[in-house]
C-alpha cells in the first residue's frame, strides 16, 4: 500500500454552536480522481476550505505523504503543493494570458532596480503549459482573459497550478456553469492531470461528470460522509439516489402515490 499525498482522519469544524463538519475520514492517492459529491449545503465549500487553509479543524488530524500537518494559512497549503482552482478559474479578465498564469510569480528581466515584466518569457511559458493540456486554440499570451471560454480558464487555472508544481489539486465544481463541450474540455484535462501522478479531488453535484473521470467517491450529506466507495461499486441512480436523501425521495414517492389513489389517478396540482 502507498501512502497517500492528503489523509483526512475523524475532522470536524464548528462555528460557534454550529457543527459544519462531522467526522470526515478521506484519502487522496497520487495519480487518483477523488470525486466529492453532494447537493447544496452538503458541506463541501467547507471541507475545501480547511484542506485549502482557509479553515482550521475543530478536531481531528490531516495528513500529507502520513505526516500531520496544520496549516494557518492559505499560503501554507499552497507551498505544501494543494492547489484550488475556483469555478471560473479565479482569473482576471482585464489581465493578458501570459500576466494572469505569473501573477505574483512574474519573471523579469533587466537588473536591479530597472528589472521589468519579462512579457515574452511569460506568454511562451503560459502557451506552452495550457498547450500541453491539448487545448490548442490558446495561442497567443498577450490575448486577454476576458475573451477565453470558461473551459479555456478552467484550463489555463489548472494549467498553471500543475505548472507551479501542485501535487493536490482541489476542483471546485468546475464544469458546473459550461456546456457540455466545454465541460468535455475540462474532464480531458482532469484526466491529463490524473496520468501526470497528480492527486485531484473533484467537487461536483453532477453525478455523469463525476463518473467520468472519479476512481473513488465520497458522497456528503448534511457535513457528515454518507457513503465512500470505488468506481464500478455503484450505479448512477445510486450515487443520485444518495446525493439528494434517499429516504426523502422515497416518501416523497409514497406520498404522490397516496395522493393518487384518493383523487382517481390525478397527481397533486401545483399551487398558484
Known amino acids: 500500500m502507498t501512502t497517500p499525498v492528503l489523509e483526512l482522519r475523524n475532522v470536524n469544524k464548528s462555528f460557534g454552536p454550529i457543527d459544519v463538519l462531522h467526522d470526515i475520514s478521506l484519502t487522496v ?22 484542506l485549502a487553509g482557509v479553515h482550521r479543524p475543530t478536531s481531528g488530524q490531516m495528513l500529507m505523504d502520513g505526516q500531520p500537518v496544520l496549516f494557518e494559512r492559505p499560503k501554507d497549503a499552497t507551498d505544501r503543493g494543494i492547489a484550488t482552482v475556483h469555478q471560473f478559474g479565479g482569473t482576471f479578465p482585464l ?14 528581466k533587466g537588473w536591479g532596480p530597472f528589472k521589468v515584466f519579462d512579457r515574452k518569457t511569460a506568454n511562451e511559458v503560459a502557451v506552452k503549459a495550457v498547450q500541453s493540456f491539448g487545448i490548442t486554440r490558446i495561442d497567443d499570451g498577450d490575448r486577454l482573459i476576458g475573451g477565453l471560454s470558461g473551459g479555456e480558464r478552467q484550463s489555463l487555472a489548472i494549467a498553471r497550478a500543475v505548472h507551479f508544481g501542485a501535487r493536490v489539486l482541489i476542483l ?20 491529463e492531470a490524473k496520468r501526470r501522478g497528480i492527486a485531484v479531488i473533484f467537487i461536483t453535484h453532477q453525478v455523469t461528470h463525476a463518473m467520468a473521470v472519479g476512481d473513488h467517491f465520497a458522497v456528503l450529506i448534511r457535513g457528515a460522509l454518507a457513503a465512500s466507495f470505488k468506481k464500478g461499486e455503484r450505479s448512477r441512480e445510486e450515487i443520485t439516489d444518495l446525493m439528494a436523501g434517499g429516504e426523502a425521495l422515497a416518501d416523497l414517492g409514497a406520498e404522490i402515490e397516496t395522493y393518487m389513489e384518493t383523487h382517481d389517478g390525478h397527481p397533486p396540482q401545483p399551487v398558484h
Not at 497520487?30 to 453532494?38: D, H, Q
Not at 489581465?95 to 523579469?108: D, L, N, W
Not at 459550461?178 to 482532469?190: M, P, T
Open 172 to 191: 471546485d465544481e468546475p464544469t458546473a456553469a459550461l456546456g457540455v463541450k466545454q465541460a468535455s474540455h475540462v474532464l480531458r484535462i482532469v484526466l
Open 29 to 50: 492517492n497520487a495519480g487518483e480522481v477523488l470525486c466529492l459529491l453532494g447537493d447544496n449545503g452538503a458541506g463541501k465549500s467547507t471541507l475545501i476550505k480547511t
Open 95 to 108: 489581465m493578458t494570458i501570459g500576466r494572469s498564469f505569473f501573477v505574483g510569480m512574474e519573471p523579469t
